[in-house]
T-cell receptor, first 111, second 109 residues
Framework: DAGVIQSPRHEVTEMGQEVTLRCKPISGHNSLFWYRQTMMRGLELLIYFNNNVPIDDSGMPEDRFSAKMPNASFSTLKIQPSEPRDSAVYFC?????????FGPGTRLLVL | GQNIDQPTEMTATEGAIVQINCTYQTSGFNGLFWYQQHAGEAPTFLSYNVLDGLEEKGRFSSFLSRSKGYSYLLLKELQMKDSASYLCAAGSGYSTLTFGKGTMLLVSP
């Protein structure tokens, strides 16, 4: 069975550009989580969905960040406009009960 | 608020035993997770403790004391491939996890 799929795996962009990260959760999982990981702050929860509905977005840094989950098999995290401080690894994870399974991550560099 | 503390770094020798400690303060606590993360890769699930006590899974064991807000991960018969970051995470609310900063374990020959 395929794990969590994320794309792109790497993204380099210039400040001010729009960035869209994509995630396909494990089939049958009903919860989806977006995390950001940096050396300074570690792994931080940005937002999570349950049955495609956003439950808690208190971790989203600011209005430049938005996330959607139009159906059970797809979610996006968008940053518009991007800034250099957004450079990080962004992970998507999914779960059915307690245990979360992580995708390979998107390594984002904003110049 | 949520607070997870674990050592930043540890070193050990191949074949030895190492214990990585974690203390947590989390409202609505419902379980303690350990994840392993190799450099440049995603975190992978190692263990989950809900009740007090020790859970053993091969070379890895995890312990939880809910009353003390304390957990540890025990790694036996260390191998070079065990060099990685080990993340302690407290579960709360509806399946949400609060992660510690991770403990970087370096296993030397």
């Amino acid at each position: 069975d395929a794990g969590v799929i994320q794309s792109p795996r790497h993204e380099v962009t210039e400040m001010g550009q729009e960035v869209t990260l994509r995630c396909k959760p494990i089939s049958g999982h009903n919860s989806l989580f977006w995390y950001r990981q940096t050396m300074m702050r570690g792994l931080e929860l940005l937002i999570y969905f349950n049955n495609n509905v956003p439950i808690d977005d208190s971790g989203m840094p600011e209005d430049r960040f938005s996330a959607k989950m139009p159906n059970a098999s797809f979610s996006t995290l968008k940053i518009q406009p991007s800034e250099p401080r957004d450079s990080a690894v962004y992970f998507c994870a999914s779960s059915l009960v307690e245990t979360q399974y992580f995708g390979p991550g998107t390594r984002l560099l904003v110049l | 608020g949520q607070n997870i503390d674990q050592p930043t770094e540890m070193t050990a020798t191949e074949g030895a035993i190492v214990q990585i400690n974690c203390t947590y303060q989390t409202s609505g606590f419902n379980g303690l997770f350990w994840y392993q993360q190799h450099a440049g890769e995603a975190p992978t699930f190692l263990s989950y403790n809900v009740l007090d006590g020790l859970e053993e899974k091969g070379r890895f064991s995890s312990f939880l004391s809910r009353s003390k807000g304390y957990s540890y991960l025990l790694l036996k018969e260390l191998q070079m491939k065990d060099s990685a970051s080990y993340l302690c995470a407290a579960g709360s609310g509806y399946s949400t996890l609060t992660f510690g900063k991770g403990t970087m374990l370096l296993v030397s020959p």
